[in-house]
């Protein structure tokens, strides 16, 4: 079971990267993929030693945690803000005093290194150029459905079942056909009027009353069904 090695990964160096694979989102597959173990020598190392298992189980919720908060915003619709940079050259002067200060710094941290490797690292540290915050515009993001629907699913499944979700598409698809039905027999009704009003010869009487009769009929039967 990998004897001894599990000293490794219960350092304080060793729970650090298994707490940042658990918060990337891996799987413990995964994770013990990237610690040279098998799938069970994880499982038993988790009941072995709680500080395996509790750092795993802590950077889980993390993770959840986060995913669940955005998918929420999303649901329910969000404000993202963007910043536009412009990358601007610092001033020599200015360059030269911050570079100075973190070479003088890390000298004291580095007393072994060079002047050349000193004055590397403090350019490295210090870039010539710098990004400079142009201007920051806000995007509204509309509700999301299948966010919203995803969520009412997971968190309230009693009430929002997919049969559920089917019976209101269903509602709302038989509304809409009464509706059309509805805005049918209004314009049959108004088209026998205008033929009337207008003396069409076409017309008679008895048509005109059926005519109406018919399409009062529809409106009536769509209304008394809602």
Sequence with gaps: MAKGKYLEWVSEQG????????????????????????????????????????????????????????????????VTKTTTYKMVKVDDDVLKVKRERYLNSYKLEHPDLSKKELLMAAIEAVPTYEQIPITENE??????????????????????????FKELNEAQAEKARADVRKATAEAEIKEAEAKAINGDDEMEDDGFIAAIDHSMSEVWTDETED
């Design 15 to 78: 729970l650090l990267m298994i707490e940042g694979w658990a918060r990337d989102g891996l799987t413990d597959a995964q994770i013990s993929k990237n610690m040279g173990i098998s799938r069970s020598t994880l499982n038993e190392w988790k009941k072995k030693y709680p500080d395996i298992s509790d750092t795993l189980k802590r950077s889980k919720e993390v993770v959840d945690r986060e995913v669940e908060n955005s998918l929420l915003k999303r649901a329910l619709g969000m």
């Design 139 to 164: 995007v509204e993001l509309a509700p999301d459905t299948s966010a919203a629907i995803f969520w009412l699913k997971n968190r309230k499944p009693d009430a929002y079942r997919d049969q559920s």
